[in-house]
């Protein structure tokens, strides 16, 4: 099971490559219930981004998984 600094750790990595590609998540971020939970692992919140934003993660995820 991550720890709290794995989850934050996760979330900054994830960022930060998602920025190499020029996308923002502007809610990406921990989910706060299940981080102070002692009982279940801590979630990563994708949140919400406009449909632009949609459409690029979508072509580099295709791209990706061409390669």
Known sequence: MAT???SIACVEELRA?????????PSL???LP???S???QTLVAL???NPAV????A???RKAAEQ
């Open 4 to 6: 709290p600094d794995d």
């Open 17 to 25: 490559a998602l920025a190499l590609h020029g996308i923002t998540l």
């Open 29 to 31: 971020r921990i989910d």
């Open 34 to 36: 299940t981080f102070t």
């Open 38 to 40: 002692p009982y279940r």
């Open 47 to 49: 949140g919400n981004c």
């Open 54 to 57: 949609a459409r690029d993660l």
């Open 59 to 61: 072509a580099l995820l």
